[in-house]
């Protein structure tokens, strides 16, 4: 069992950056490969980024490739998505997710955070 904790979010300007973070509790984190996921209004969730439980393999959506790097820190049992170049069109809640093995899909994972607000103005 793990519990997820996201922070970070908040409302910022076109071009500019966030970081969030999510705080894993338990001592199994390093087993857990861990996802960024995130749902505007009105849409389904989709996916973000991933990143598997050594850090050693990530996976990014399209739309976010080169703005947006996922990390994680084992010893302090925290993932980390750096967003910089934020558009309007990156406004949702973004939530993180952990399972044992790193994949796109929701389906994929079976532990889940409250969930951020990012919110990006024009």
């Known amino acids: 069992q793990v519990q997820l904790v996201e922070s970070g979010g908040g409302l910022v300007q076109a071009g500019g950056s966030l970081r969030l973070s999510c705080v894993a509790s338990?001592?199994?984190?390093?087993?857990?490969?861990m996802g960024w996921f995130r749902q505007a209004p009105g849409k389904e969730r989709e996916f973000v980024a991933a990143i598997s439980w050594s850090g050693g393999i990530t996976y990014y959506a399209d739309s976010v490739k080169g703005r947006f790097t996922i990390s994680r820190d084992n010893a302090k049992n925290t993932m980390y998505l750096q967003m910089n170049s934020l558009t309007p069109e990156d406004t949702a809640v973004y939530y993180c997710?952990?399972?044992?093995?790193?994949?796109?899909?929701?389906?994929?994972?079976?532990?889940w955070g409250q969930g951020t607000q990012v919110t990006v103005s024009s």
């Open positions: 338990g001592r199994t984190f390093r087993r857990y490969a």
């Open positions: 997710a952990a399972d044992g093995l790193i994949g796109r899909s929701s389906n994929e994972y079976n532990y």
